[in-house]
């Protein structure tokens, strides 16, 4: 597992209950280690991902987690894993035991290191 960057988000991630937990690890895992330029910080009450601009971040809920990208809608999508039609923002939705896809986040955040976030 890679590091928690701060112990406020030890503490949130450590304050979901399972399954919620595992699924929002699987997941910081795959963004993290998309490339070492991704930090991870606290904002709007969840976790964020960012380096010059903010590239992604959780919405937890009930039965799902969502990771939504900021600019999903500029991102070639060839695992086709985005939903939405904002002008934007783009959604990856998650429902407990599903399978992460880890190589479509890397790719996706990959892709918005690239546009400059």
Same mark, same amino acid.
């Given at each position: ?23 929002? %690890? ?5 963004? #993290?280690?998309? @490339? ?6 606290? &904002?709007? !009450? ?18 799902h ?9 500029? %991102? ?5 894993? #985005?939903?939405? @039609? ?6 990856? &939705?998650? !429902?407990?035991?599903?399978?992460v896809?880890?190589e ?5 955040v ?8």
């Open positions: 597992m890679i590091p928690y960057s701060s112990k406020e988000i030890e503490s949130y991630v450590n304050g979901l209950e399972e399954p919620q937990r595992q699924l929002l %690890l699987e997941m910081r895992e795959a963004v #993290l280690s998309a @490339d070492s330029k991704v930090k991870e910080s606290m &904002k709007w !009450g969840s976790i964020a991902f960012h380096h010059h601009k903010n590239i992604c971040g959780y919405r937890v809920a009930k039965k987690i969502t990771l939504l990208f900021m600019e999903g809608a500029s %991102l070639d999508d060839p695992f086709k894993i #985005l939903q939405g @039609d904002g002008a934007k923002a783009r959604t990856y &939705k998650l !429902g407990f035991g599903e399978m896809n880890a479509a986040i890397q790719n996706l990959r892709q918005a290191l690239d546009m400059g976030m």
